[in-house]
């Protein structure tokens, strides 16, 4: 069993920056796959990124490449999203999500592939 909890959320402006973490319970966080998906009121959750278990395959929407980065700290059982050049339109409820990859560079980016979820953090860009 995996928890995980979001942090980082808040207000920001258009342009401005805001760091997302999520921290997994757990001894095997290691070799978790992990994902940050996003919820925009009256819309459906949608894939923002994911990252390797390893942390050295990482891929992306297209509506946030080149503004965010993905990473993660193993020994500190986080992922981070490293969120850029934020616009309005990135206003969502961020979650955090993580799935058993065996030790694969595998990248998930749909919602059924993922085991565990944490309850979101709001983030909001004002313009």
């Known amino acids: 069993q995996v928890q995980l909890v979001e942090s980082g959320g808040g207000l920001a402006q258009a342009g401005g920056s805001l760091r997302l973490a999520c921290a997994a319970s757990g001894r095997t966080f290691s070799s978790y796959a992990m994902g940050w998906f996003r919820q925009a009121p009256g819309k459906v959750r949608e894939f923002v990124a994911a990252?390797?278990?390893?942390?050295?395959?990482?891929f992306f929407a297209d509506s946030v490449k080149g503004r965010f980065t993905i990473s993660r700290d193993n020994a500190k059982n986080t992922v981070y999203l490293q969120m850029n050049s934020l616009k309005p339109e990135d206003t969502a409820v961020y979650s955090c999500?993580?799935?058993?990859?065996?030790?694969?560079?595998?990248?998930?980016?749909?919602?059924?592939?993922?085991?565990?979820w944490g309850q979101g953090t709001q983030v909001t860009v004002s313009s």
């Open positions: 990252i390797s278990w390893s942390g050295g395959s990482t």
């Open positions: 999500a993580a799935a058993p990859a065996g030790l694969t560079e595998v990248l998930l980016t749909t919602t059924r592939q993922y085991y565990y």
